[in-house]
């Protein structure tokens, strides 16, 4: 079936890092690939998506660019704030497996300190 | 501002107690979900909605219950909580349009507590 791995966390970084959270997934379709956030105390929001091969998504400075190749969608920002801080959750969706259920990674938490 | 709601946030509740989570939209969404998360963050699918009485049962095996009813509102059930039901429930909904597809919105969750 479907699946979506991240890298392990948590991860602590300092204010104006450079963010990478990686993210693989195996679908049998052709997915479309998505990123939420989920902030201390709320639920998840959706960050950014991207529907085919080749297509980035960015929001808030945030960016992921979906590649087939190697089947990844790995999460990046060039300067991390402490806002910023929160857990992030890989999903992708797949037309081929009922296409409004979502599956999920299991969440990176992210720590910025100031 | 919250185009979707939870209620109760928290609860903590004896064994043995049946319980109702309550999730309403006001976006008119035809599709609605109930996702469990662990402690371990991870996310569950338990039950799924795609229209008034749809209900379909998620991934992970749950012994909870939901109904559909009215477009809007779509509650959760557990006619006897156990402390293995402690966890945090997630209600989201999605709109069916083109270009929608696994964007959905969450609300802010019911964190339950079963002693």
């Known amino acids: 079936g479907d699946s979506v791995t991240q890298m392990e966390g948590p991860v602590t970084l300092s204010e104006e890092a450079f963010l990478t959270i990686n993210c693989t997934y195996t679908a049998t379709g052709y997915p479309s690939l998505f990123w939420y956030v989920q902030y201390p105390g709320e639920g998840l929001q959706l960050l950014l998506k991207a529907t085919k091969a080749d297509d980035k998504g960015s929001n808030k400075g945030f960016e992921a660019t979906y590649r087939k190749e190697t089947t990844s969608f790995h999460l990046e920002k060039g300067s991390v704030q402490v806002s910023d801080s929160a857990v992030y959750f890989c999903a992708l969706s797949d037309p081929g497996q009922g296409a409004q259920k979502l599956v999920f990674g299991q969440g990176t938490r992210l720590t910025i300190n100031p | 501002e919250a185009d979707i709601y939870q209620t109760p946030r928290y609860l903590v509740i004896g064994t043995g107690k049946k319980i109702t989570l309550e999730c309403s939209q006001t976006m008119g969404h035809d599709k609605m979900y109930w996702y469990q998360q662990d402690p371990g963050m991870e996310l569950h699918l338990i039950h799924y909605?795609?229209?008034?009485?749809?209900?379909e049962k998620g991934d992970l095996s749950s012994e909870s219950t939901v109904s559909r009813i009215r477009t809007e509102h779509f509650p959760l059930t557990l006619e006897s909580a156990r402390p293995s039901h402690t966890s945090q429930y997630l209600c989201?909904?999605?709109?069916?349009?083109?270009?929608?597809?696994?964007?959905?919105?969450f609300g802010a969750g019911s964190r339950l507590t079963v002693l």
């Open positions: 989201a909904s999605s709109d069916a349009g083109v270009g929608q597809v696994g964007v959905l919105t």
């Open positions: 909605s795609y229209g008034v009485n749809s209900t």
